[in-house]
């Protein structure tokens, strides 16, 4: 059974961080490229992050540029979006991405 298993999401105040994870079964994870995606109520899903199949090339939405990182370690079948200076409009539901499969997603609030 596939599955990508989304945790870390909080409330946390500006300026803050926070780091998301994204463990991934039932299929092999080192061959798929991985994406993080965030969504608002009444808003598309919108792509923040992505990462290829071995780590060497990621790419950003302009909006996080400079702020998140994304990152993979294949051994542990686990992705990661390591957020900094978080912002209130970064508050969404962070989705982790892989081929067809979409996890649950985590909520971020950010507010002070």
């Known amino acids: 059974q596939v599955q990508l298993v989304e945790s870390g999401g909080d409330l946390v105040q500006p300026g803050g961080s926070l780091r998301l994870s994204c463990a991934a079964s039932?299929?092999?994870?080192?061959?798929?490229?991985i994406d993080w995606y965030r969504q608002v109520p009444g808003k598309e899903r919108e792509l923040v992050a992505a990462?290829?199949?071995?780590?060497?090339?990621?790419r950003y939405a302009d909006s996080v540029k400079g702020r998140f990182t994304i990152s993979r370690d294949n051994a542990k079948n686990t992705a990661y979006l390591q957020m900094n200076s978080l912002k209130p409009e970064d508050t969404a539901v962070y989705y982790c991405?892989?081929?067809?499969?979409w996890g649950q997603g985590t909520q971020v609030t950010v507010s002070s």
């Open positions: 039932g299929f092999t994870f080192r061959i798929y490229g």
């Open positions: 990462i290829n199949t071995s780590g060497s090339y990621t």
């Open positions: 991405h892989a081929f067809s499969f």
